[in-house]
């Protein structure tokens, strides 16, 4: 399969996985990925108005890295602005969705604490990245300040993205930041969550380097 029919089958595909996993509600939402096209490095990225439990092949639109359409008959998302600025930072994949919960804590707070050690994948504690208009350039600008180091931010008063080397780890770390947003307010229903302290989340990283943790490991005889 040549590139670029390959990354529009693979956005189409992660976008209907993650509205079944509630993630992404009507058209609310986008995904795009970067990869190897025949000008170079190219996004593919769902079109604008899609209903995305059933995007299409056909619903996910190639564009350069300044944003010019390349292939497919439709525009691209209205967030298109903030998945350029990310590209052209680090190439990818970016998943922007309306995440109940996260969202939820998103009107309330300014920064997700490192409540358990898993958030570390995504970079400990997460930014909520200050209102903007969406599909503005001062979104995406708000957005790629509150990503730096992470791979993950929430969007105040809108929503959250997430990074991944590819769509999968993208995808992943979608699910993991809305498990990591509800356990801390189901916590925080009970009391005051107690957040992981830099010494205890070194402590954790050192550990999974060490054991290498997240690694499949055959059993030796």
Request: proline share 3%; net charge negative; with cysteine.
């Amino acid at each position: 399969m040549e590139p670029r029919q390959s990354a529009r089958e693979s956005v189409a595909a992660c976008s209907r996985e993650l509205a079944g996993h509630g993630l992404l509600i009507g058209t609310a939402g986008n995904v795009s990925t970067c990869f190897e096209g025949p000008t170079g490095t190219e996004l593919a990225i769902t079109a604008t108005g899609v209903e995305l439990a059933r995007t299409t092949f056909a619903e996910v639109t190639i564009v350069d890295l300044q944003g010019r359409i390349l292939e497919g008959d439709l525009e691209p998302t209205s967030e298109l602005h903030l998945h350029l600025d990310t590209a052209n930072e680090r190439a990818g994949a970016l998943v922007h969705t309306h995440s109940p919960i996260a969202t939820a804590l998103s009107l309330v707070m300014d920064e997700l604490p490192c409540v358990h050690y898993q958030q570390l994948v995504l970079g400990g504690a997460i930014n909520v990245a200050p209102f903007g208009v969406f599909g503005s350039e001062e979104l995406a600008r708000n957005v790629r300040q509150a990503l730096a180091g992470k791979q993950a931010a929430i969007m105040a008063n809108h929503g959250t993205v997430t990074w991944g080397a590819d769509l999968g780890y993208a995808m992943q770390n979608a699910l993991l930041l809305e498990w990591a947003a509800e356990i801390y307010w189901r916590a925080r229903a009970i009391g005051e969550p107690r957040a992981l302290t830099d010494e205890q989340q070194n402590a954790v990283v050192e550990a999974a380097i060490a054991r290498g943790y997240g690694s499949t490991k055959k059993v030796t005889s």
